[in-house]
């Protein structure tokens, strides 16, 4: 197995380092955090966890637009922000949580005999970083133990060479942090124990997605293809970010310049090959230009320009401007058959059933689960006082970047 290929076995080998800001006194990370079925989940490898999956979200919500200053974890799910946090009481503009791709409902089971808070304590999330901890990653956790209790199905195991990269890893993580990773009560057993989990999608998926069909017809995926000059009839407020329908009198004067640009392509002596895009910005740099695809399923493009381009055969431009959609269009059919966007369609249709059936083998899985979580999981708070970013190790190179919370590594946690 190759360097690149090894690395992407699990989800975390590429990551040298995992570093975060505590204070106080450490934690037992021996202490049982989470059983799933019969496994237990000590609070090292469960804050491990947490934490890699807490800088790995915060980096993302950094490239969504989050600033340093701005609460994020410490949003109360209705909007409203913590009144003890440092941070800006707005979250990112504009950017999703998260923990939006989740379900609100509980990702844990209680039992008479479980130390947790009750079904309704842990269902009724009050911040977005206690959806992020309950929902996202015991949910993610959920899964990975699912995954690992169905290996032998499917006959995988980590091999020798995985084996010795994840310790390799966890060794390296370990050394670099060692006053951290203390702090969080997390042992280099511990790093190996999540790295393996984590690991074990990378190879339980490639399993499941060969039970899928990957037959489709060209009449399933059939995609046409056009180039299309538009104008839109609303504008956004730079500042605001607020949008708005444009005057009559702006409307009319894009209605025109339609008409102007399709008048310019239809004398182009060679409509089939006109360069659209010159000459719509020719007219007017207000106006989008650009080639798209569709196909009989398509929910992309309104079915005015839809019907339209179904009238017209290869390399013809549709008569007369289209208002639909919020926009005025003028459109040429390029391909009314596309064999590369009709390939395309079919990869993505694959990767479609692939994903669905995936999910649904991990529903049934999950949904079988009994799933308990201790005090010592609920110790753990996900906020915007404590901060954790992750080093990405450049192995070609002896440059190291890294991605952190808002602004430098400090603060102090509420998990202790």
Not at 11 to 37: D, F, Y
Not at 203 to 213: C, G, H, S, Y
Not at 215 to 243: G, I, K, L, P, W
């Amino acid at each position: 197995m190759n360097k690149i290929k090894s690395i992407a076995v699990s989800a975390a080998l590429a990551v040298s380092v995992a570093a975060g800001a505590l204070a106080g006194c450490g934690m037992n990370g021996k202490e049982t955090a989470i059983v799933v079925n019969d496994k237990e989940i000590n609070l090292g490898t469960a804050n491990f966890l947490l934490r890699y999956q807490q800088a790995q979200a915060y980096s993302m919500m950094q490239m969504y637009g989050l600033t340093p200053g701005q609460a994020l974890w410490d949003t109360e799910i209705d909007g409203s922000s913590d009144s003890s946090s440092s941070a800006s009481t707005s979250s990112a503009s504009g950017s999703a949580t998260p923990a939006e791709s989740t379900s609100a409902e509980s990702a844990s089971s209680t039992s008479a005999e479980s130390e947790s808070s009750t079904s309704e304590d842990t269902a009724n999330y009050k911040t977005y970083g206690d959806q992020f901890k309950n929902s996202t990653v015991l949910n993610d956790i959920k899964k990975w133990c699912a995954l690992e209790e169905h290996l032998g199905d499917y006959s995988v195991s980590l091999s020798e060479d995985q084996i010795a990269q994840i310790d390799e890893t966890a060794k390296k993580t370990y050394d670099k942090n060692k006053s951290i990773l203390k702090d969080m009560g997390t042992s280099e057993d511990d790093i190996k124990e999540a790295l393996k989990l984590m690991s074990y999608e990378y190879l339980m998926r490639p399993k499941l997605n060969a039970e899928v069909d990957t037959n489709v017809s060209d009449e399933e995926a059939a995609q046409s293809t056009f180039t299309y000059a538009r104008f839109s009839q609303t504008q956004t407020d730079s500042s605001t970010h607020m949008t708005t329908i444009v005057d009559d009198e702006t409307k009319a004067k894009y209605q025109d310049e339609a008409n102007q640009i399709l008048r310019q392509i239809q004398s182009s002596g060679d409509i089939a090959n006109a360069d659209i895009g010159t000459i719509a910005n020719g007219v007017d740099q207000n106006c989008e230009s650009s080639q798209g695809s569709f196909g009989s399923d398509d929910t992309t493009y309104p079915d005015e320009v839809k019907n339209a381009l179904s009238t017209l055969t290869d390399g013809e431009v549709y008569g007369s401007v289209i208002e639909a959609g919020g926009y005025y269009w003028v459109v040429r059919l390029d391909k009314q058959f596309d064999p590369d966007a009709t390939d395309s369609q079919k990869k993505s249709i694959v990767n479609k059933r692939q994903s669905d059936h995936y999910n649904e083998v991990l529903d049934q899985w999950t949904s079988a689960q009994k799933v308990t979580t201790t005090k010592a999981w609920d110790k753990l708070k996900v906020t915007d006082d404590d901060e954790y970013s992750v080093l990405q190790d450049t192995t070609d190179t002896t440059q190291t970047t890294e991605s952190t919370g808002s602004g430098a590594v400090s603060g102090s946690s509420a998990a202790r």
